[in-house]
């Protein structure tokens, strides 16, 4: 049987699928019982949904085995990340996962593996960072801590001060949407204002290099409203803000600003495969702010397809053309990096 690419059914899966079937390859969606619509209506995309009570569930025997026997590779996404596990990925799993399943939990922001880590050892500009208790007193600060409600959202607060952010986290305290056990392990970073950009790369191991496949922003509820809204109305509603990510729109970098974002992509290949051996294979992303003195400070990290791919289902690929003469999305760059490393039965290097 030919090679099938399956996802789990969340995030860029569409993407996946969609650059998967461009290459003529097979396509298998892991859904779960109530999210399996979109995917099941698009026969011509989703070969076969595989339905399940939960995500968790594709690291049983059986459903391995019917994923070895369509003879499958497994592109992961944040939704398998968080639903799934690390370590069942790591130690469970043992359908092939294109890139490097292990490179998953550095994403995170605590523990021996997380991304301020990975950014130091590259040596790429990140935002200060400090224990909640040890933030320093007079710069404005930003948490990021992980919902108690939902472990795939991210809750964001922004502080004036140390003090202000102590209100704050008590504030989210008492109404729920953090927990004690989460806070113990979050820090505060210093707030940097700048233009937000998602860069997504490609790290080829078929053709040895690092691409640039495109660029976007995020659009986040319900920020957006706010931001659309006159600033006398945004003071007079004083309403909290919210940052769950609910879409993403193309953009481009200006052209003097792209030596200094594909530098830190080649510095990130380099210390992923030093921490983490083999390091990056396949897409990433580096989220960054341009600061005003036009220089490039990377705040977050994903370590596998980012959701912001899915741009390209609105409008055509970006700087993929410039790699590769034809606008690629990243879920057609993974289609095309599986066919050619197929053909040289060099497969294996790009598989974990």
């Not at 859904?31 to 076969?48: H, K, L, P, Q, S």
């Not at 590779?73 to 292990?102: C, D, Q, W």
């Not at 930003?142 to 001060?161: C, D, G, M, T, Y």
Request: proline share 4%; hydrophobic share 40%; net charge neutral.
């Amino acid at each position: 049987m030919g090679l099938s690419v399956a996802s789990v059914a969340s995030h860029s899966a569409l993407d996946v699928f969609d650059g998967a079937k461009d290459e003529g390859l097979r396509t298998i969606a892991i859904c779960r019982r109530g999210r399996e619509r979109i995917y099941a209506a698009c026969r011509e995309t989703v070969d076969v949904c595989l339905v399940l009570g939960d995500y968790r569930e594709m690291v049983a025997p059986e459903i391995q085995e019917r994923l070895l026997a369509e003879n499958s590779v497994i592109v992961p996404n944040r939704s398998m990340a968080v639903y799934v596990g690390y370590t069942p990925i790591e130690r469970e799993l043992r359908v092939s996962v294109f890139g490097n399943k292990h490179l998953l939990r550095w994403e995170e922001r605590s523990g021996e593996k997380n991304y301020y880590r990975l950014l130091d050892e590259a040596r790429i500009r990140r935002p200060a960072l400090w224990r909640l208790e040890e933030a320093r007193p007079d710069v404005p600060l930003i948490l990021k801590i992980q919902e108690s409600a939902r472990p795939q959202e991210r809750a964001f607060i922004i502080a004036l001060n140390k003090d202000d952010l102590y209100s704050k986290v008590s504030e989210a305290l008492r109404s729920g949407v953090i927990s004690e056990e989460h806070l113990k392990e979050a820090v505060a970073e210093e707030l940097v204002l700048g233009a937000h950009f998602n860069v997504n790369f490609f790290y080829s191991v078929a053709r040895g290099r690092l691409e640039i496949l495109s660029v976007d922003r995020r659009i986040q509820s319900n920020l957006d409203g706010h931001l659309h809204l006159p600033a006398r109305h945004q003071l007079q509603l004083n309403l909290p803000v919210s940052m769950i990510e609910v879409g993403h729109m193309p953009a481009t970098l200006r052209e003097s600003l792209l030596e200094e974002a594909y530098t830190m992509g080649e510095k990130f290949v380099e210390a992923a495969r030093r921490l983490e051996p083999p390091g990056a294979i396949g897409p990433f992303t580096l989220q960054l702010l341009v600061t005003p003195d036009l220089h490039l400070v990377v705040y977050d990290v994903a370590t596998r397809i980012g959701g912001g791919t899915n741009a390209h289902l609105g409008i055509g690929g970006q700087y993929s053309k410039i790699f590769l003469r034809r606008p690629v999305s990243a879920g057609r760059r993974i289609a095309i990096e599986l066919r050619e490393l197929e053909r040289e039965k060099r497969l294996e290097e790009a598989l974990t």
